[in-house]
């Protein structure tokens, strides 16, 4: 079956293979009901255990077990509703399924709310009497252990009590962000390449900076930020609470700064973050030369921001039917072993891929189920090279997801998100070297290493910028200044000519962008991004360059799931975070791909 672009099948049109198979899930409704029961009657009794978490060793391991029985549950319940609305967001049935399980998922969280202030009670010479008491209670060691080395840095149970209270309070920051940016901001409308008017919406906006007519590429780029610009007060006073809200719980808890406070929560030395940036600095005159690249080769006098999204090699069409795309993954892969790829088309076989767009799915992709389930992909296949590097991206997810709860208990069955994007861009690294070796054509060689390229420049450098922009501001601000529109202007345009280079025309509007970036709430995550590439790309060398040895150390990764903190996993796997080495080593396969595409333009 191949995608039909301009008529969008109805769910019930497309074959059963090419749909995802939620029934080994739950059969039918009636079995998703009589789960929410079991669950409600867990969570129910679950209360018994308040007060007294701590009375013995006995008593502490069954209130671990009972708990991870109602979160099981629970995230089946959940996940299989989420997924359900997913396949097609217009079935209210499917709408009302999912209100129903965040309902219960969230009165679970609830009843179970006293366990964590409980367990921090316990006295450590009292726990490790505990762990010689009772065998099953070694299991949760790890787990334990991650709670009670944030332990000075939890307050009393009264007034975690009440901070959990102003929840609703503290996240109006990131809803009225929210609100303003999705909802009630309206931009201007232009001319499209065809000569139609066009409203520029938060959706069209990166297509259109992709177009090949650079008057609608600036008229899209100048309308999008002078509107920002006109809410520039709202917006900046909008970040600078979510900021205060953040410092405000950093000084509470007692930390020595905001960045601290994100990062000990999975124990990531701060000198990860700041290793990243100091080592992309040093780097980027790379960047400055991949700009005079995309300049030539875009015949242009002046390279302008508005310039870095569209394609600068032309006419290259690659035409992949879904089943061609599954044996190119399935041929990338091989470099990790018969294990994995026997795995690997075992998934493909075995239902886990909702391949095709119909209508009323929901846009884009990627990974999902439960410790229970299999680890499903969404997938909304076009027959393109993106949507080829989706497939191992989303497969490089689930794939981890599998060898970690097949090799886990439930406690650790998931992982970090320091670690999530290392296994599906180890993947997209070793198809692409697959297809590099392959290709014949040199436009098509050209097109891939421009893939590449821009792969390093929006999540390396562009993430690290954003990285820096944050923790810049986050310092203003805890040295007691004031944050205004004016300042983070300033200080978001001073990055992009630092980043871009003087070559580059950093237009005045690219001032605004930070507005426009959610993650800016989310605090201190998108440095993540920039090292989990990195921490993939030194990987997949490593895979490609000592075969077997390394798979080995690969593979171990992917079935350690959370059983120790990401930093040590990643270790383990062959790559140390906390020196400088595996993004300088990225950013040096970066020049010399900068280096090829010079010469063969």
Do not use: C
């Amino acid at each position: 079956m191949e995608n039909d672009k301009v008529n969008i099948k109805e769910r019930k049109d497309i074959p059963e293979e090419y749909i995802w198979d939620l029934e080994s899930m739950y059969e039918d409704l009636e079995d998703w009901e009589e789960d929410l029961r079991k669950l409600q009657g867990l969570a129910e009794n679950y209360s018994e255990y308040n007060g007294i978490v701590a009375e013995s060793a006995d008593t502490l391991l069954n209130a671990l077990r009972d708990r991870d029985d109602i979160y099981r549950l629970a995230s089946n319940l959940y996940s299989y509703a989420n997924m359900r609305l997913d396949q097609d967001t217009r079935v209210g049935e499917s709408q009302a399924l999912l209100d129903r399980a965040l309902a219960a998922y969230v009165r679970v969280q609830e009843g179970t709310s006293f366990l964590v202030p409980e367990i921090l009670q316990i006295d450590a010479d009292k726990l490790s009497s505990y762990y010689k008491e009772v065998d099953g209670l070694e299991l949760y060691r790890q787990y334990l252990d991650d709670i009670l080395r944030q332990q000075e840095h939890v307050l009393s149970i009264e007034e975690e009590n009440l901070l959990a209270q102003m929840g609703e309070i503290t996240s109006a920051p990131q809803q009225i962000f929210s609100m303003l940016n999705n909802a009630d901001i309206k931009f201007p409308s232009i001319m499209d390449e065809d000569g139609e008017e066009v409203e520029i919406t938060q959706g069209n906006f990166i297509p259109l900076m992709e177009s090949k007519d650079r008057n609608v590429r600036e008229a899209a780029f100048k309308a999008l930020y002078g509107t920002y610009k006109d809410f520039r007060n709202t917006y900046a006073q909008t970040l600078n609470a979510s900021i205060k809200k953040n410092i405000f719980s950093t000084r509470v808890r007692k930390y020595a700064s905001s960045i601290e406070a994100s990062l000990k929560q999975n124990k990531i030395p701060i000198a990860v973050y700041d290793n990243l940036i100091n080592s992309v600095h040093n780097n980027l005159d790379s960047m400055y030369r991949y700009m005079d690249i995309r300049k030539r080769a875009l015949g242009v006098d002046e390279l302008h921001m508005y310039d870095l999204y569209t394609p600068i090699i032309k006419d290259v069409d690659f035409d992949i039917p879904y089943e061609r795309g599954k044996e190119l993954v399935i041929e990338g892969l091989k470099p990790l072993g018969d294990e994995y790829i026997e795995v690997l088309q075992q998934g493909f076989d075995d239902r886990w891929v909702d391949v095709y767009e119909n209508r009323g799915k929901r846009s884009g992709a990627y990974s999902s189920g439960t410790y229970d389930s299999k680890p499903f992909i969404l997938l909304n296949y076009q027959n393109t090279l993106d949507s080829v590097f989706t497939i191992a991206h989303e497969m490089g997810h689930s794939m981890h997801s599998y060898f970690s709860k097949e090799n886990q208990p439930y406690i650790y069955g998931g992982y970090s998100i320091f670690v999530a994007e290392v296994a599906s861009t180890v993947n997209e690294s070793l198809l692409l070297d697959h297809m590099l070796k392959n290709v014949e054509d040199e436009n098509e060689r050209l097109y891939l290493l421009n893939h590449y390229l821009e792969q390093f420049r929006t999540i390396v450098f562009r993430q690290t910028m954003f990285a820096e922009f944050e923790k810049l501001i986050y310092e203003y601000s805890e040295g007691g200044n004031a944050i205004t529109a004016d300042y983070l202007s300033d200080t978001y345009m001073e990055l992009n000519k630092k980043y871009h280079g003087k070559n580059m025309i950093v237009d005045d509007e690219i001032a605004m962008e930070w507005a426009r970036i959610p993650h800016f709430y989310y605090n201190y995550y998108v440095y993540q991004y920039a090292t989990g590439y990195s921490a993939a790309v030194f990987l997949s060398q490593q895979i490609l360059m000592e075969g077997g040895v390394a798979v080995d150390r690969y593979m171990d990764f992917l079935k350690s799931g959370s059983s120790d903190y990401p930093i040590e996993v990643l270790k383990m796997a062959g790559v140390d975070m906390t020196t400088e080495e595996p993004v300088n080593n990225a950013l040096e396969i970066f020049g010399r791909l900068v280096d090829e595409m010079d010469e063969m333009l």
